[in-house]
């Protein structure tokens, strides 16, 4: 595939204060609903370092058009739900992934 097919969405989420850990558990927990879809390559959780109760998930998808019909599922309507509790505010931004390098360094993580 390559790498211009890939289809990146990032959702910036404001986690209500002290609910960061149990939010990072529920959607540990459900992330498999996203990883099980057929068109999903991957997902990322990443708490921001800059402000506090700020995370970022990234997904990768085949195409725009299969992470849309997901996006407009039943399935996902019930995702989301789980994760509302906890979030305060959000955005997603979605892109094209242009080049994807390899850095030297990932053949040596355990």
């Not at 700020?54 to 996902?76: A, K, N, P, Q, T």
Request: charged fraction near 30%.
């Amino acid at each position: 595939m390559a790498d211009s097919e890939v289809f990146r969405v990032m959702l910036r989420m404001e986690v209500l204060p002290g609910k960061g850990e149990e939010f990072e558990k529920v959607w540990y927990d459900s992330a498999g609903t996203i990883t099980g879809q057929r068109a999903n390559l991957g997902q990322w959780l990443s708490r921001g370092d800059e402000e506090e109760g700020v995370y970022y998930i990234v997904s990768d998808w085949v195409s725009e058009e299969l992470f849309r019909e997901y996006e407009r599922s039943e399935e996902h309507v019930v995702h989301r739900g789980k994760l509302h509790p906890y979030r305060s505010k959000g955005s997603m931004q979605t892109m094209r992934v242009v080049h994807n390098l390899t850095g030297a360094g990932a053949g040596a993580r355990a």
